[in-house]
T-cell receptor, first 111, second 112 residues
Framework: KQEVTQIPAALSVPEGENLVLNCSFT??????LQWFRQDPGKGLTSLLL?????REQTSGRLNASLDKSSGRSTLYIAASQPGDSATYLC??????????FGAGTRLTVKP | NAGVMQNPRHLVRRRGQEARLRCSPM?????VYWYRQLPEEGLKFMVY????????ESGMPKERFSAEFPKEGPSILRIQQVVRGDSAAYFC??????????FGSGTRLTVV
């Protein structure tokens, strides 16, 4: 059974700082990994999707890496802004096309 | 493409009533997933459906909960005889084959 863990559970940083969010998964037989953002009381917004054959994906100030063999992914956020404050969720899709989520990292960027 | 549409956005039910949550997947997507999110917690997988088939319902409570995805029309998550502990946000997502998920905005169920 796939288990997804995200560390840290919460993170508070001053504006402008670069930061890294971590995600690990127990079963390396995945098809893809997706990072989402969730604002309080809202739905999920997809940030980056990495297929299992890929190593990383970039979108603006965000960069996500994938090391399938070690069961790890990182989300790098450059030059953080208060608007980046949200919960960031990592999810992996397995052989059955289902997706399992980590519990998320709650990020606060202080002005 | 209107994305994944969930309705209603908010639903209030008294204990013992039935709750019906609807989800229309993105055009061209044949896989639908339901997740539940309790306050201050992560998303918990409930059920995965394709048209007219339940593929994986390992996350569904054994009683009172059911889901369907008929040939025509939206997917329905049905909760019978709701209790206060069912209060949560219920999210639906859809996908094509292994191309990532798109989520709806969720239905926030409150049981009073």
């Amino acid at each position: 059974k796939q288990e997804v863990t995200q560390i840290p559970a919460a993170l508070s940083v001053p504006e402008g700082e670069n930061l890294v969010l971590n995600c690990s998964f127990t079963d390396s037989a995945i098809y893809n990994l997706q990072w989402f953002r969730q604002d309080p009381g809202k739905g999920l917004t997809s940030l980056l999707l990495i297929q299992s054959s890929q190593r990383e994906q970039t979108s603006g100030r965000l960069n996500a890496s994938l090391d399938k063999s070690s069961g790890r992914s990182t989300l790098y956020i450059a030059a953080s802004q208060p608007g980046d404050s949200a919960t960031y969720l990592c999810a992996v899709s397995g052989n059955n096309n289902d997706m399992r989520f980590g519990a998320g990292t709650r990020l606060t960027v202080k002005p | 493409n209107a994305g994944v549409m969930q309705n209603p956005r908010h639903l209030v039910r008294r204990r013992g009533q039935e709750a019906r949550l609807r989800c229309s997947p993105m055009k061209g997507h044949s896989h639908v997933y339901w997740y539940r999110q309790l306050p201050e917690e992560g998303l918990k997988f409930m059920v995965y459906l394709q048209k007219e088939n339940i593929i994986d319902e390992s996350g569904m409570p054994k009683e009172r909960f059911s889901a369907e995805f008929p040939k025509e029309g939206p997917s329905i998550l049905r909760i019978q005889q709701v209790v206060r502990g069912d209060s949560a946000a219920y999210f639906c997502a859809s996908s094509g084959n292994h191309y990532g998920y798109t989520f709806g905005s969720g239905t926030r169920l409150t049981v009073v």
